[in-house]
């Protein structure tokens, strides 16, 4: 079977990752399908570890390596400390790209209270575009790990801001001139791109207030494949299935617009930005009040049950299966 561009199917993921060997007493959280980081035993206190990329072309490369990151750590429950990057730069950039880049990543760590550790630079030959790999380190203490496994049957799904955020942002940067023959009106296409920072990547403050508030049984940070994946993930993670109401979902004007001039479905479009967490149903209301009182918008969407790995939707009074998506629409959009 050929794998298109994308995160690997989640079945395919889980077969591959059951098959490694774990031995290492201290790993407390190893890969696994859903979580959003490892997680070490350090005595007193516990290690979180997280690699991730950024491979789309984007002149904001460096800033945009540490908001996914540290949103991976955030939803762990951990601090984000160090930081460590690799750049894979292609033939022919200048030196002033380059500047650029390390002035970003320099600027976003900083404002993260991350301290740059090291890594790798380089100029590769063969490459179209640059490409960031970035792992992050931070800490924790053992009584405040949160895993997407810990959600519990019963449990109501809170969904922060809405979806669709960086999707949407991407698509109005690097495809401008596509959506204006579309029909999309340029006030439109100039919202979407500032989605990046207004409501913003970063979830960091929407976890931490979470946990601060009440008993956080998981969290997770839907990214490619949208909040469609982002569920799936959780659902296979906690082997329970989740049934959600499409009309709590909070879609964006500028993400309904966006999505269709192009054709596609802002449920499988990548999310960062977006919180997931599962609570339980008596302090949902709790944590509500607590973010709307912080300018966080947050619906609870749906409920975790015990139909084992099962997704669905209500709309209009009916409930189907949640459609899947064999790839983010991102990377259907762009590949074809």
Not at 329 to 334: C, D, G
């Given at each position: 079977?050929?794998i298109?561009?994308?995160?690997?199917?989640a079945?395919?993921?889980?077969?591959?990752l059951?098959?490694?060997?774990q031995e290492?007493?201290r790993v407390l959280?190893?890969?696994?399908v859903?979580?959003?980081a490892?997680?070490?035993?350090?005595?007193?206190?516990?290690?979180?570890?997280?690699?991730d990329?950024?491979?789309?072309?984007?002149?904001?490369?460096?800033?945009y390596?540490?908001?996914?990151n540290?949103?991976?750590?955030?939803?762990?429950?951990?601090t984000?400390?160090?930081?460590?990057?690799?750049l894979?730069?292609p033939?022919?950039?200048?030196?002033?790209?380059?500047?650029?880049?390390?002035?970003?990543?320099?600027?976003?760590t900083?404002?993260?209270?991350?301290?740059l550790i090291?890594g790798?630079t380089e100029?590769?030959?063969g490459?179209?575009?640059?490409?960031a790999?970035?792992?992050l380190?931070?800490?924790?203490d053992k009584?405040?790990?949160?895993?997407t496994?810990?959600?519990k049957e019963?449990?109501?799904i809170?969904?922060?801001?809405?979806?669709a955020?960086?999707?949407?942002?991407?698509l109005?940067?690097?495809?401008e001139?596509?959506l204006?023959?579309?029909?999309?009106?340029?006030?439109i296409?100039?919202s979407g791109?500032?989605?990046?920072?207004k409501?913003?990547?970063?979830?960091?403050?929407?976890?931490?207030?979470?946990?601060?508030?009440?008993?956080?049984?998981a969290m997770?940070d839907?990214?490619?494949?949208?909040?469609v994946n982002?569920?799936l993930?959780?659902?296979?993670?906690?082997?329970?299935?989740i049934?959600?109401?499409?009309s709590e979902?909070?879609i964006?004007?500028?993400?309904?617009?966006?999505?269709?001039?192009?054709?596609?479905?802002?449920l499988?479009?990548?999310?960062?930005g977006?919180l997931?967490?599962?609570?339980?149903?008596?302090d949902?209301?709790k944590?509500m009040d607590v973010f709307h009182?912080?300018?966080?918008?947050a619906?609870?969407?749906?409920?975790?049950?015990?139909?084992?790995?099962?997704?669905?939707?209500?709309?209009?009074?009916?409930i189907d299966?949640?459609p899947?998506?064999?790839?983010d629409?991102?990377?259907?959009?762009?590949s074809?």
């Open positions: 079977m050929e298109k561009s994308g995160k690997l199917p079945s395919l993921l889980k077969q591959l059951d098959e490694i060997s290492d007493p959280l190893g890969p696994k859903g979580e959003d490892a997680l070490i035993d350090f005595g007193d206190r516990v290690l979180a570890a997280k690699t990329p950024i491979t789309f072309a984007t002149d904001l490369i460096g800033w390596l540490v908001q996914v540290v949103n991976d750590l955030a939803v762990m429950g951990a984000p400390k160090w930081m460590m990057v690799t894979l730069l033939e022919g950039i200048e030196e002033r790209q380059i500047k650029h880049v390390f002035n970003t990543l320099a600027e976003a900083e404002k993260q209270g991350i301290t090291g790798h100029i590769t030959a490459l179209s575009k640059s490409i790999v970035g792992t380190l931070g800490e924790l009584k405040d790990i949160i895993m496994s810990g959600m019963g449990d109501s809170i969904l922060t801001k809405g979806i955020i960086e999707g949407t942002a991407i109005c940067r690097e495809s001139k596509e204006s023959a579309a029909g999309v009106p340029k006030k296409i100039e791109k500032n989605m990046l920072f409501p913003g990547l970063s979830v960091r403050k929407d976890a931490e207030l979470a946990r601060k508030t009440v008993r956080v049984h997770h839907p990214t490619e494949g949208g909040l982002g569920l993930e959780m659902s296979l993670a906690s082997g329970l299935g049934k959600i109401k499409f979902i909070n964006f004007a500028e993400s309904k617009i966006v999505c269709d001039a192009l054709g596609l479905n802002p499988g479009l990548i999310a960062s977006a997931l967490a599962a609570v339980s149903p008596s949902a209301s944590l009182n912080n300018n966080i918008d619906k609870v969407i749906g409920t975790a049950t015990k139909l084992k790995q099962k997704l669905y939707i209500e709309n209009d009074g009916k299966k949640i899947m998506f064999e790839r629409e991102l990377a259907r959009y762009y074809g």
